[in-house]
């Protein structure tokens, strides 16, 4: 069993920083791949980024590349989304998730966090 919490969440302006955290407590956090995915209303939770087990190969959404930085600290057991130049339509619940690889597939994460907030105003 892993527990996932989420901070770091806010409202921010268009074109602002956030970064995002994860806390993972539980079993080994090295044992497992990181995911990061979002839900706005009345959409669909969306895959946002993923990092493998050893740090290493990290994969993102084509809406975020380029804007969002995914790491991971083994040590303290967290993973980090660091988003540049926010946009509104990044608006959205941001969840970290754990699994055994780092797919954008979200049935495939057996541990998440509850959410956190990331509000942009224009």
């Known amino acids: 069993q892993v527990q996932l919490v989420e901070s770091g969440g806010g409202l921010v302006q268009a074109g602002d920083s956030l970064r995002l955290s994860c806390a993972a407590s539980g079993r080994t956090f090295s044992l497992y791949a990181m995911g990061w995915f979002r839900q706005a209303p009345g959409k669909e939770r969306e895959f946002v980024a993923a990092i493998t087990r050893s740090v290493g190969s990290t994969y993102y959404a084509d809406s975020v590349k380029g804007r969002f930085t995914i790491s991971r600290d083994t040590a303290k057991s967290t993973v980090y989304l660091q988003m540049n130049s926010l946009k509104p339509e990044d608006a959205a619940v941001y969840y970290c998730?754990?699994?055994?690889?780092?797919?954008?597939?979200?049935?495939?994460?057996?541990?998440w966090g509850q959410g956190t907030q990331v509000t942009v105003s224009s």
């Open positions: 998730a754990a699994g055994w690889v780092p797919t954008t597939t979200r049935n495939e994460y057996n541990y």
